[in-house]
């Protein structure tokens, strides 16, 4: 092959709801190279290879919206990276995903695109546009791939991905009832919920099953002596280590015996029905493939019945019938197996309710037994079993006789499943008729399983398909509290840590259990967990995977949103604090509306029924309500609501200086404004608004007004967030404001305390524009009678001094006397500079980028919170 005309320069995913779509999404960034501005019809043959290879492009309907709309484009002339998108998605269809959505667009000119496709499958997904780039590099260096060869690869890796049938019916029944479902890996270990009521489950097993119990399931013998210890029937046998033993085993026992290895599963390694030397010999040989010990136990002959119990009773019960297939007196054993593995219904492993006969080492000897080869034609009607067992992984079949079952038989599989401690347990039951008692007619169990598989029960080849998936979501999640896991996310310019935390020390008051992410840590219960940034979606997800919690409150950050989405899947209570000009130029967002439309994100997640709480004053709040499906709330700290294009059920306001909630004709005056610490009597007109946002919340998830009154009342401790401490006779205030917007905030709060001088010790994050950085220089010199310019420690790609630099140059420009500006690089250096000049009456406020050095320093030269 020549030379890459596609390359891949990034793959990233986003497993769950993402600013493109809320559905998982990966985009796959690609440098189309020279072909930048030739359209595809201009490339000699590609159409018709493209074409040939993957024929149901000519129905795809493209954004025409109707089939066939691809092929105009294609006809008309469209670019490699939009025709890539398009084959990745015709790819997964024909892997069988019914997915839809994909976007093209140019994310660096000429020749850099990114693309976002909609996958199912995160393998698939993930392998779909390699090979795709690959392939189409072949059509592109005139080279025509094996792509059936391609597809075969895609199918198998695919399926091997996939969760198991089990899992995948719990994991769908959860869905139907909204819990979130999270994986684990690429396996089929699920979390199921959020928190406190979370829980794990992988196929049958769940969280409850302890290893000690999964692990006696596992040794039969051990089993059988646990199940005879409690009265209930099972089949005589023996432990043997060796070829000789076992033949003395089965004499003393009497023949015919059954053969099964100690620990095996599946039905691997059983042979039942044995009465000859020789066969003992050649199972106990089989049987060691599997374990150490083999045991042979009395043969009892009757149907096979799996019954699965799940927890307290019995769900569902099956007649398993082994793989086989029944003459015709034409075709071959072989060509009977693959007349009926034609069925559409069987797959290669779990991926269908059946699974594919395979002939292999065992049935060839049970076919040597019936003296038959796989060459033989068997006459009309001869049935010619393939398997001892009947296990569907092997390729057998079920019939459904749930209700035929005997409430003997019931009650003692319940009873066996308890004696070896597993919640979801799969009982063997070896009778000639379930429906009659096994305490009457010689009938035993003779396994009890973990993890039992529940394909059988909800694809029965025969009878009434059973949902036992609902039983075990029931058994999961037995309550309604326990479904319900209240979510609070936070996002917007400012003020979200502070709304955050606002909101989360209200609902403690509550006896809830709350987790909160922030920007200044992972809180659980009001302890810090993990220090720094976690208003990602990561934080998210490992918070809420926490057992100690019972309702979360998320601070939802834009660039998590932007690298990964959401980390977590709806919320009760969505907020959009306000929409700023600050990261402007990052990320692809140019404008407010771009900004909007990224924030949107957290209040379009959110519940049926849930809540959208908006800020009425600010001017994007029209285009976030048009962009929600949920209610609406809007808070106001000067009592001007203007209309937004929907109707709000809630408003929450400052008026006559009281925080008030109206609701339709109800009218509640919660408290003063001045009574809420944080405002410091009212003086902190943010912090009236964020607790405005905060009572929203609040009011929104049901929390009583008198609770919410409590919390506005009894939080204090806002560390970082407008923190003053007397020194000496002058005041420091550390706050984290890093854009025009804070810095504004922070200055008119300042005011408020008339300094005798306001001292400023300013720095901004390097990934802000120098617009951004030098607007607020300009302000900083109409503000600051002093000022230390100081310097972020994390650089964000610029160079040192470089956004001291751009301050420095824009406070100057306003004639600020040059005396009064120093460069001071740390952050530290800079604050302690400012403390050694301070004069009486002096406020100095630092706009810092780490919390904790300044507070020990604080502390360190005596310092006290300010009351």
């Known amino acids: 092959m020549g030379t890459d005309k596609i390359r891949i320069l990034d793959f990233i995913t986003y497993p769950g709801r993402n600013i493109y779509c809320h559905r998982p999404i990966m985009k796959l960034i690609v440098d189309i190279g020279e072909y930048w501005d030739i359209p595809t019809k201009d490339i000699e043959g590609f159409h018709d290879r493209l074409l040939k290879a993957f024929p149901g492009l000519r129905k795809n309907c493209c954004s025409l919206g109707y089939e066939g709309g691809f092929l105009k484009r294609l006809k008309e002339g469209t670019y490699l990276a939009h025709v890539l998108e398009h084959v990745i998605l015709e790819m997964q269809y024909m892997l069988g995903y019914k997915v839809k959505f994909g976007k093209t667009r140019v994310l660096e000119e000429p020749s850099v695109y990114y693309l976002v496709y909609e996958f199912q499958n995160e393998v698939c997904g993930l392998e779909c546009g390699k090979t795709a780039v690959f392939i189409l590099n072949c059509f592109l260096n005139g080279t025509e791939p094996d792509t059936q060869f391609f597809m075969d690869y895609l199918k198998k890796i695919s399926i091997d991905a996939e969760l198991g049938p089990s899992t995948t019916a719990i994991v769908q029944e959860a869905k139907r009832r909204n819990i979130p479902v999270t994986r684990i890996g690429h396996e089929s270990l699920v979390q199921l919920g959020y928190g406190k009521y979370s829980r794990i489950v992988e196929s049958t097993l769940t969280d409850a099953t302890s290893c000690i119990a999964a692990d006696i399931s596992c040794n039969k013998q051990l089993t059988k002596t646990i199940l005879a210890e409690n009265h209930i029937p099972v089949p005589y046998g023996k432990v043997v280590y060796s070829e000789i033993s076992a033949v003395i085993a089965a004499k003393q026992i009497g023949l015919p015996v059954v053969l099964k290895p100690c620990d095996g599963n599946q039905g ?134 749930t209700d035929q079952i005997h409430p003997e038989n019931a009650e003692l599989a319940v009873r066996a499943a308890k004696s070896i401690g597993i919640d979801i347990a799969g009982i063997d039951i070896v009778t000639e008729d379930i429906s009659k008692s096994i305490l009457d007619t010689g009938g035993v169990i003779v396994e009890v399983n973990s993890a039992p ?150 209040t379009e997640a959110v519940k049926e029924n849930g809540y959208a709480v908006l800020n009425a004053e600010d001017g994007m709040t029209p285009y976030l309500a048009e962009r929600t499906r949920a209610n609406i709330v809007l808070f106001s700290k000067n009592n001007r609501f203007e209309k937004i294009g929907k109707e709000e059920q809630i408003r929450v306001f400052a008026q006559d200086g009281w925080i008030r909630i109206q609701e339709k004709e109800t009218l509640i005056s919660l408290l003063p404004a001045a009574d809420v610490p944080i405002t410091c009597g009212g003086k902190i007109a943010c912090n009236i608004e964020n607790s405005l946002a905060a009572t929203a919340a609040l009011y929104a998830l049901g929390i009583p007004a008198d609770r919410i009154a409590q919390g506005l009342r009894s939080y204090k401790q806002n560390s970082g967030r407008f923190s003053l401490y007397d020194v000496n006779n002058f005041h420091v205030m550390l706050d984290y404001g890093h854009n025009l917007p ?71 420009e306003k004639n600020y006397d040059e005396e009064k500006v120093t460069v001071i690089e740390n952050e530290l250096e800079a604050l302690k500079a400012a403390v050694e000049s301070a004069d009486a009456g002096d406020l100095i406020v630092i706009l810092y980028e780490k919390l904790e050095p300044l507070q020990e320093y604080l502390n360190a030269i005596g310092a006290k919170p300010a009351q």
């Open 268 to 401: 691997k390694g059983v042979v039942l029905n044995l009465d000859r030397e020789e066969d003992i010999k050649n199972a106990f040989r089989e049987g060691c493939k599997y374990g150490s010990g083999v045991i042979v136990e009395k043969f009892v002959r009757g149907n096979d019945y799996r019954v699965l119990v799940v927890g307290n009773k019995v769900s569902a019960v099956a007649k398993r019938l082994p793989a086989m297939v029944v003459g015709d007196g034409k075709h071959t054993v072989r060509e009977l197996v693959d007349l009926v593995n034609l069925d559409e219904n069987r797959g290669e492993q779990h991926e269908k309710p059946l699974t594919k006969i395979k002939i292999d080492e065992i049935s060839i000897r049970i076919l040597e037994n019936e003296n038959l080869t796989v060459d033989s034609i068997p006459e009309q009607g001869r049935v010619v079993k393939l398997r001892a067992n009947g296990n569907l992984s092997t390729g057998g079949t079920a019939i459904d006789c």
């Open 453 to 602: 598989g529940i394909r059988m029960h909800i694809y029965p080849s025969q009878g009434t398909p059973r949902n036992v998936a609902a039983d075990i979501v029931d058994l999961l999640f037995p309550t309604d509290e326990s479904i319900r896991f209240p979510i609070v996310s936070v996002t917007g310019t400012n003020g979200k840590t502070t709304t955050a935390r606002l909101i989360a020390h209200t609902l403690s008051l509550c006896d809830r259990k709350v987790g909160l992410t922030s920007t200044s840590g992972t809180f659980v219960n009001g302890k810090c967990l993990f220090k720094g940034d976690h208003s990602g979606p990561r934080s998210a997800k490992t918070l809420l995977s926490n057992k100690d919690i019972d309702c979360a409150v998320l601070e939802t950050a834009r660039g998590g949103i932007i690298r990964e989405g959401l980390g977590y899947d709806l919320a009760d209570v969505g907020i959009v604090m306000n929409i700023g000009e600050d990261h402007l130029g990052m990320d692809g967002t140019e404008t407010l509306e771009d900004l909007a439309y990224v924030k949107s994100l957290v």
């Open 742 to 812: 804070g810095y504004q905030e922070v200055i008119r709060a300042c005011k408020h305390f008339q300094p005798k001088r306001l001292v400023g010790v300013i720095g901004m994050p390097g990934d802000r524009s120098d617009k951004a950085i030098r607007s607020v220089g300009a302000l900083c010199a109409e503000s600051f009678d002093r000022i230390y310019i100081k310097e972020d420690e994390d650089k964000r790609g610029r160079e040192p001094l470089e956004v001291a630099n751009l301050f420095k140059s824009a406070i100057l």
